[in-house]
Nanobody, 118 residues
């Protein structure tokens, strides 16, 4: 069983930066691919970023060049550095763990609110 706890959300002005953290349980953290997703009110949840077990990263086009996902396996933590934030980035951001060999995110955190003001 994997537990994920996000932190670091808050209110920031457009153009500002924020770093989200996701702390994971388990000694097999390094075996998981990790992802960040977001969901705004009334909208579908959308993919933001992914980091593989080997550290390869992949981003949604909407955040490329602005966001960076990273992981610290010694701390069982994945991060999302968000720069040049826009009001459209406002959403609840959730961390997820892919412990399968099928590309399925089995475990999800509770989410942390990010609000970007104009």
């Amino acid at each position: 069983q994997v537990q994920l706890v996000e932190s670091g959300g808050g209110l920031v002005q457009a153009g500002g930066s924020l770093r989200l953290s996701c702390a994971a349980s388990g000694r097999t953290f390094s075996r998981y691919a990790m992802g960040w997703f977001r969901q705004a009110p009334g909208k579908e949840r959308e993919f933001v970023a992914r980091i593989s077990r080997g550290g390869i990263t992949y981003y949604a086009d909407s955040v490329k060049g602005r966001f960076a996902i990273s992981r610290d396996n010694a701390k069982n933590t994945v991060y999302l550095q968000m720069n040049s934030l826009r009001p459209e980035d406002t959403a609840v951001y959730s961390c997820a763990a892919d412990t399968t060999i099928q590309g399925i995110y089995e475990y999800w955190g509770q989410g942390t609110q990010v609000t970007v003001s104009s």
